[in-house]
């Protein structure tokens, strides 16, 4: 009894009890509408979200409610395991993830103005050497994520899922966050980590020779390439600060998952 009332009169419990730590839920919810990563034939799509009632207070179980789900693992809020992509094929599937890995500091970027000019912006290196300039060095385990206002569109599968794209990474980007040592994941208000207009439109266009082998998602091919972690589908990321927030990240640990479905907080101290 004593240990456990150490641990309520703790600082951080007594804050969000008081108010002074702001618990913020990133999390898309789950319905039978929400949007999932479109994918063009001849490729296999991805299932959505479906509940099936099992029985609801009726003769199948007069005392109980509960339903049946079925739902891919990367619908909505959901975190990319290396696995999931060519570049980890050999690396952890989404239940091997350490926790020490889903709890970080936030390194907010704030696109929204130039993703309200030009829908399918890309972050690249230069930004976040910006952001590093005039906010200091990324804190180990730090997940990065994108501020770009498209969660706005999170209602609105068309407009969320718009054929002309979403914001993205660039290749560069991509490849300067799987490359820096602090950075556990990158995190997205969008479908995917990747924009349909990441990379070079055209094979080889990134220069001579050979195509770059990220040029078809960077996001994915560098970082989970390099045992960083995707996060997608946020919401509510425009009430974290810069910098300063806390984040954990909860996918389904789903043994030999490619991706989990995800509940994200954030921890602010508003005090």
Do not use: C
């Amino acid at each position: 009894m004593e240990r456990n009332a150490v641990i309520s009169t703790s600082g951080f419990t007594a804050g969000i009890a008081s108010g002074a730590v702001e618990v913020i839920d990133l999390t898309t919810p789950l319905h039978s509408g929400t949007p999932v990563v479109p994918v063009p034939p001849p490729f296999a799509p991805s299932a959505g979200f479906t509940t099936r009632p099992v029985s609801d207070f009726d003769e199948r179980g007069p005392g109980w409610s509960w339903s049946d789900m079925t739902l891919g693992e990367h619908t909505g809020t959901h975190v990319d395991a290396p696995r999931h992509w060519i570049s980890g094929r050999e690396g952890l599937a989404v239940d091997q993830i350490s926790p020490t890995r889903l709890i970080g500091p936030v390194a907010l970027i704030d696109k929204t103005a130039e993703v309200a000019e030009n829908q399918t912006f890309l972050l690249g290196a230069e930004h976040f050497e910006e952001w590093e300039h005039e906010h200091g060095p990324l804190e180990p385990g730090s997940w990065v994520i994108f501020r770009s206002g498209w969660s706005a569109y999170g209602s609105d599968p068309e407009r969320f899922l718009d054929p002309k794209g979403w914001p993205g990474l660039s290749i560069d980007g991509a490849k300067w966050l799987a490359a820096h040592p602090a950075v556990s994941g990158y995190g997205v208000e969008a479908v995917g980590i990747d924009s349909m207009g990441a990379g070079p439109s055209e094979p080889g266009e990134s220069g001579a020779g050979d195509p770059d082998p990220g040029e078809f998602g960077p996001g994915h091919y560098y970082l989970l390439g390099a045992d960083k972690y995707g996060l997608t589908s946020l919401r509510n990321v425009d009430r974290l600060p810069p910098r300063g927030a806390t984040i954990v990240v909860a996918p389904l640990p789903i043994v030999g998952g490619t991706a989990g479905p995800a509940r994200v907080f954030a921890f602010v101290d508003r005090s």
